[in-house]
């Protein structure tokens, strides 16, 4: 099929999951055969030269949009900008060459693109072409708690509800976000129900990974595991990501003298620039954590991983959470806010084997995540966090069972399930 993909974030000047997930579903779609236009932004300050290959066969418009607005995906963002660059007539016209079959959007901004680019058309050439939502991120569902004051839960809520009810089809990322706020606006749009696929593991770390299991003959050794020697926590740093609570925990686990008696180096890998991120990286450096600042690339991440003992994932609601899946590519169980099913961060779904393709025919048995409420107190959590550093044995052993989740489910085996699943109904 011939495919255009609209997304805000892909490869230029990438900040968030967002812009790696794209690109790993455009490789995913790639390796099945499909035929890509990818219709994305880049800051207008950015000095990647526009319309041209990102290492694969995909043709890529990248457009100039506000930089000044460049590093949110949010109704802050520049998707007004990527919307107005996507209506000009270099694009229109590249699509209507393209001629295709369906266009796949990311998130609401991507369907606003989409929007403004079937208008601007002279052609009939997206008229009847289906639209495809690909929801990386409920926004509705999951702001800051002062989002109902300013107004943002409403209106992110009204652009999400119009994009499920022009969407030919809706993909969500995991069952939380399947059946919470998409069913209420299917429901309300009386369009079908949302479809889960779950997101795979990006092929560069994947390759990585796998080649470091392949390099010995037996799983990890127990003396490798003793040689691990980092908490590690990659989420943004931001409220919404609750990053504050890895910083509270280390500051507890200090402050208990359990760092220097583990011998733990608390590492936090995150290039967000904001007060906020700022004060925390003071606190987190007051008690000897290693700060990593800028965006690392595959190999960089797959170095901390193999240093790492526990992996932290602090949000409390999130569509995925990617390197949950990548540490555990590289034997790093994490600690996750699990209370009750549907999980709360989508990427237990793919280590539980529930939902969205990389389903198998029963839940998996062997643990492959610890669960934890992260919102039940500091101390509640660092009483969990130094058990679970004391105890070795059981790190490597649900590691191990994470790993074998994570490698199981690619990029192709995603694509395929999207094609077989969803493009193919259309």
């Not at 802050?76 to 660059?85: D, G, K, L, M, V």
């Not at 403004?116 to 002279?122: D, E, K, L």
């Not at 595991?225 to 609570?245: F, H, I, M, Y």
């Not at 925990?249 to 402050?255: G, N």
Request: charged content about 20%; aromatic content about 6%; hydrophobic content about 45%.
């Amino acid at each position: 099929m011939r495919l255009v993909f609209v997304t805000l974030e892909y490869d230029a000047s990438t900040f968030s999951g967002n812009g790696i997930y794209a690109q790993s579903q455009v490789r995913g779609l790639l390796s099945c055969g499909h035929d890509v236009l990818i219709v994305c932004g880049q800051p207008s300050t950015t000095t990647t030269a526009p319309d041209v290959s990102d290492k694969t066969s995909a043709r890529v418009l990248r457009l100039d949009v506000d930089a000044e607005r460049w590093g949110t995906l949010d109704r802050h963002s520049a998707w007004e900008s990527f919307a107005r660059e996507a209506a000009g007539s270099c694009v229109t016209t590249a699509v209507a060459e393209f001629q295709p079959h369906c266009v796949l959007a990311v998130d609401w901004s991507g369907v606003a693109a989409y929007e403004a680019m079937r208008t601007a058309a002279a052609s009939d050439a997206l008229a009847t072409t289906k639209l495809v939502y690909l929801v990386y991120r409920v926004f509705s569902a999951n702001l800051n708690s002062d989002a109902d004051e300013s107004g943002d839960r409403a209106w992110h809520s009204a652009r999400e509800r119009h994009a499920c009810a022009i969407a030919d089809a809706t993909v969500a990322l995991c069952r939380h976000d399947a059946h919470g706020a998409l069913a209420v606006f299917s429901t309300a749009e009386s369009k079908p129900a949302a479809h889960v696929l779950l997101p795979s593991l990006r092929s560069p770390l994947r390759e990585i990974a796998l080649a470091a299991r392949a390099s010995s003959a037996a799983p990890e050794a127990d003396d490798a595991v003793d040689a691990r020697c980092t908490l590690l926590c990659c989420v943004r740093l931001s409220p919404e990501k609750n990053a504050g609570c890895f910083v509270e925990l280390i500051e507890t686990l200090h402050a208990r003298g359990a760092l220097v008696r583990h011998g733990i180096t608390p590492v936090i890998v995150s290039n967000t620039q904001s007060d906020y991120a700022a004060d925390l990286r003071t606190r987190a450096r007051a008690v000897g954590a290693v700060l990593v600042e800028t965006f690392q690339n595959a190999d960089e991440m797959a170095a901390h991983f193999q240093r790492a003992l526990l992996n932290v994932h602090t949000s409390l609601n999130e569509a995925f959470g990617m390197t949950i899946i990548e540490a555990a590519a590289f034997e790093v169980p994490s600690l996750v806010n699990h209370v009750a099913e549907p999980g709360p961060v989508g990427a237990t779904d793919l280590l539980l084997k529930l939902g969205g393709g990389a389903s198998g025919a029963t839940r998996r048995t062997r643990a492959t995540f610890f669960a934890q409420e992260l919102n039940c107190g500091v101390e509640v959590v660092a009483d969990a966090v130094e058990a679970l550093l004391a105890d070795r044995a059981t790190l490597r052993r649900v590691g191990v069972a994470a790993a074998d989740a994570a490698l199981e489910w690619d990029e192709t085996k995603n694509a395929e399930w999207l094609a077989e699943n969803v493009l193919s109904a259309l």
